[in-house]
Nanobody, 120 residues
Framework: QVQLVESGGGLVQAGGSLRLSCAAS?????MGWFRQAPEKEREFVSV????????YYADSVKGRFTISRDNAKNTVYLQMNSLKPEDTAVYYC????????????????WGQGTQVTVSS
């Protein structure tokens, strides 16, 4: 397992943007983002393959969020635009040493989470 450290969360008004970053302590195959709102289950947001050639997004964020990675820095990013109040959640970075997936069980390493709050 690798250690993951997220940063970039905060408070933003609806329609605004934030960029999350997640630095890994070692090499990973796929990296992803999940989120968990109060009293809700953790849900998939986006994932990217090691090469960056394959990405997946939840329907709720498609067209607004963009995932990318810099393998030289072992870092994955999540650019979030046109934020909505329903995007408010703790966002978690996850990493897998195997093939790309979209389920919680596909990821062996997790960050501590970063809070994103979108005000209306």
């Amino acid at each position: 397992q690798v250690q993951l450290v997220e940063s970039g969360g905060g408070l933003v008004q609806a329609g605004g943007s934030l960029r999350l970053s997640c630095a890994a302590s070692g090499r990973t195959v796929s990296m992803g983002w999940f989120r968990q709102a109060p009293e809700k289950e953790r849900e998939f947001v986006s994932v990217i393959s090691w090469s960056g050639s394959t990405t997946y997004y939840a329907d709720s964020v498609k067209g607004r969020f963009t995932i990318s990675r810099d393998n030289a820095k072992n870092t994955v990013y999540l650019q979030m635009n046109s934020l909505k109040p329903e995007d408010t959640a703790v966002y978690y970075c996850a990493a897998s040493g195997t093939s790309i997936g979209r389920r919680l069980a596909d990821f062996a390493s997790w960050g501590q989470g970063t809070q994103v709050t979108v005000s209306s």
